[in-house]
């Protein structure tokens, strides 16, 4: 491990220090830490049963955590789209997503930095995490959430103390608000903050674990901004980098067809998204139109040899119900992997005899009114 921590750098290579409260470059443009050499699983604190038991892997290993517990999540076996696969449940963190994995990173560092007061925009899962930990933290955290977010996030997110303002339009006219007030408070966003992918990445170190120290040959991920598709590449390359697993698994990305601005750029052979109005999707959490790490997420799909697609509403309603009967109770946006995984199990990306895993990322407990309109459509139909 480096003797000093490293630091962040922006698109433009220009380098920052780790240790100050600083969420984009002087350029506007997203921070990333600069690579690390990743851990050995002698590195790795069994005594520790959240995802801090990888802390080695951190570029500020010695920070104090704000943790509630997050990580260690299960992975279960099932089949799905005819073939043998492992899903990895996110809902078991403490509220009940996997984005508690970033926030709790990012809210270390930030009490760390004598941050006392934070902004943050999400569409609710991620908010409520922000809420979450900041009560943890100490730390006055307001939270701007698009005017058609769950309720049951929004009240998750009062309930821990935090200031919850709705935004009425889309989810990026949310972000766009949140960007004109961080002159105001620090940004804490998840999707701009450089150490919420530190967290996230831990992710992979998990699943490997999990699968007895080897990497799968494919994760299907949803995606909104691209935070779980970073985490994951970031994880495992430092797993590469360590000498822990030969290479990266395959990553492949699932969009609502409604909202899928990185699935038209990657079928586009383009190195961004490109503006546009996408529609209102059930998927809330992946209704992202103009991810602020498409650059980066687009090249880590590449980079992997994965692939991107994008899901019917149609199928992603019944994919979300079908899981259900199953004992998964998960929200919209993350049961449109399954049609997904059937999409790239056509198109040969998977097939079996592949370990693949599919992540799960939040509960339907947090989207009851969306879980509600599923039951009533299914049964009206």
């Known amino acids: 491990m480096p003797t000093t921590p490293p630091g962040v750098v922006d698109r433009a290579g220009r380098r ?8 984009c470059g002087d350029d506007g443009s997203p921070l990333m830490v600069e690579p690390l050499p990743g851990i050995t699983r002698d590195a790795i604190d069994p005594a520790v049963s959240s995802q801090w038991r990888y802390r080695a892997a951190l570029p500020l290993p010695d920070v104090p955590p704000v943790t509630l517990g997050e990580g260690r999540t299960p992975l279960l ?3 799905l789209a005819g073939l043998d696969v492992a899903v990895k449940v996110e809902a078991v963190n403490p509220t009940a997503s996997f984005k508690d994995r970033g926030v709790s990173v990012m809210v270390s560092a930030l009490r760390a930095q004598g941050v006392t007061a934070l902004l943050e925009d999400s569409s609710g899962n991620g908010g409520s995490s922000v809420a979450a930990y900041s009560a943890a933290a100490g730390i006055d955290a307001l939270i701007l959430a698009p005017a058609s977010t769950s309720s049951a996030k929004v009240l998750q997110s009062r309930l821990h103390g935090a200031t919850v303002e709705l935004v009425p339009g889309s989810r990026q006219d949310t972000a766009d608000e949140a960007v004109r007030r961080s002159r105001e408070r620090f940004y804490a966003s998840h999707n701009w903050h450089p150490l919420f992918l530190q967290g996230t990445k831990l992710m992979a170190y998990e699943i490997w674990e999990d699968l007895g120290f080897t990497a799968p040959d494919a994760v299907v991920l949803p995606a909104g901004a691209g935070s779980l598709v970073l985490g994951c590449a970031i994880g495992f390359a430092e797993l590469q980098r360590a000498g822990e697993i030969p290479r990266v698994p395959r990553i492949l990305v699932s969009q609502p067809a409604r909202c899928s601005p990185l699935v038209e ?21 992946t209704a992202i139109a ?6 980066e997420v687009l090249a880590a799909i590449r980079d992997s040899g994965g692939s991107a697609t994008a899901v019917p509403e149609e199928d992603l309603r ?5 899981l259900a009967r199953t004992g998964l109770y998960v929200e919209p946006t993350c049961g449109q992997v399954v049609p997904a995984l059937e999409q790239f199990a056509r198109e040969g990306h998977v097939a ?3 370990t693949v895993v599919l992540v799960l990322t939040g509960s339907g407990l947090k989207a009851g009114d969306a879980m509600a309109r599923l039951l009533a459509e299914e049964r009206g139909a």
């Open 16 to 23: 920052y220090p780790l240790d100050e409260p600083r969420w």
């Open 77 to 79: 076996p099932r089949r």
């Open 352 to 354: 079996a005899g592949d």
């Open 318 to 322: 019944a994919a979300t119900l079908a």
């Open 265 to 285: 750029a990657l079928t586009a052979g383009r190195d961004a998204v490109e503006p546009r109005t996408w529609e209102p999707t059930i998927a809330e959490g």
């Open 290 to 295: 103009r991810p602020v790490r498409d650059r």
